[in-house]
């Protein structure tokens, strides 16, 4: 039974910073899964953010790219998603996703850019 669970959403001001985890558990393939982070705003679909490959290879969200980075320490079976300059459009629960699996979800993480 795979499953991931996100952490480190939060309230922050425009430009500031969050970092975001994605622990994984049940599965010994985790270091060749493409791993994503997705985020849903309220009335809005869920939409990519940005993958990591098994070997590193990222791809973003036009409306991401330069501010968030996403990385994987596959020893701790864990993904994350640093995100800078934070702009009020990226409210959003943020979900992460284990090798393009859109049929299962974790619970999300609510991050909240406002002043």
């Known amino acids: 039974q795979v499953q991931v669970v996100e952490s480190g959403g939060g309230l922050v001001q425009p430009g500031g910073s969050l970092r975001l985890s994605c622990a994984a558990s049940?599965?010994?393939?985790?270091?060749?899964?493409?791993m994503a982070w997705y985020r849903q705003a309220p009335g809005k679909q869920r939409a990519l953010v940005a993958t990591?490959?098994?070997?590193?290879?990222?791809n973003y969200a036009d409306s991401v790219k330069g501010r968030f980075t996403i990385s994987r320490d596959n020893a701790k079976n864990t993904v994350y998603l640093q995100m800078n300059n934070l702009k009020p459009e990226d409210t959003a629960v943020y979900y992460c996703?284990?090798?393009?699996?859109?049929?299962?979800w974790g619970q999300g993480t609510q991050v909240t850019v406002s002043s």
């Open positions: 049940g599965t010994i393939f985790f270091h060749i899964y493409t």
């Open positions: 990591i490959t098994g070997g590193g290879g990222t």
């Open positions: 996703n284990i090798n393009l699996r859109t049929d299962y």
